[in-house]
């Protein structure tokens, strides 16, 4: 019962160019969305987030949209860079209740930008 | 101030050997989440512990698997009796105790079982 999903493994992208991610939820008890960066060897490293109560939400290159109506999530990397190669993971959690750090993750994504 | 530690970085088992693998997390955090990731696949929650309580362990496999976090050191999640399957990543990741959003993850321990 995959509850969270990336249906794309890989994407591959020009330096400049713009990166879409996307993220698809089906638990409507969801309530809190994030994402993650891994470089092989590494753990994951916190990049954005948003709360349902928000649709958008923006740090630096990194934008994060939220489609609660579609349980549909996307981040968008603007301009991408050959550094932003790595796996990105989707991850979602109920912030109330006592299991409130709880994430449940996508598979990843594998990011390429090509110089 | 350091981030989330673990140990050991890569551990190598024998099928019916036990595994120890140690989480210390950030300072001023007190809550820690395992997790593990098998070959192309994504992160799976396992426990999540307080201080000398263990809050949630659905994800935890109902054999030969548990995890501790004492009053003092760090976290341990302790696995008998490994066979070849358990052969994954394992991350754990703390909180900080005001109930933070955002989850700071350790290395990673790569376990691989002969």
């Known amino acids: 019962d995959q509850q969270v999903k990336q249906n794309s493994p890989s994407l591959s992208v020009q330096e400049g160019r713009i990166s879409i991610l996307n993220c698809d939820y089906t638990?409507?008890?969801?309530?809190?969305f994030l994402w993650y960066k891994k470089y092989p060897a590494e753990g994951p490293t916190f990049l954005i987030s948003?709360?349902?109560?928000?649709d958008k939400n923006e740090d630096g290159r990194f934008t994060v949209f939220l489609n609660k109506s579609a349980k549909h999530l996307s981040l968008h990397i603007v301009p991408s860079q050959p550094g932003d190669s790595a796996v990105y993971f989707c991850?979602?959690?109920?912030?109330?209740?006592?299991?409130?750090?709880?994430?449940?993750f996508g598979q990843g994504t594998i990011l390429t930008v090509h110089p | 101030n350091a981030g989330v530690m673990q140990n050991p970085r890569h551990l190598v088992r024998r099928r019916g050997q036990e595994a120890r693998l140690r989480c210390s997390p950030m300072?001023?955090?007190?809550?820690v989440y395992w997790y593990r990731q098998l070959p192309e696949e994504g992160l799976k929650f396992m426990v999540y512990?307080?201080?000398?309580?263990?809050?949630?362990e659905s994800g935890m496999p109902k054999e030969r698997f548990s995890a501790e976090f004492p009053k003092e050191g760090p976290s341990i999640l302790r696995i008998q009796q490994v066979v070849r399957g358990d052969s994954a990543a394992y991350f754990c990741?703390?909180?900080?105790?005001?109930?933070?959003?955002?989850?700071?993850f350790g290395q990673g321990t790569r376990l691989t079982v002969v």
């Open positions: 512990l307080q201080k000398e309580n263990i809050i949630d």
């Open positions: 638990n409507s008890m969801f309530d809190y």
């Open positions: 991850a979602a959690s109920v912030a109330g209740g006592t299991s409130y750090g709880k994430l449940t």
């Open positions: 300072k001023g955090h007190s809550h």
């Open positions: 990741a703390s909180y900080e105790d005001q109930g933070g959003t955002e989850a700071f």
């Open positions: 948003i709360s349902s109560i928000k």
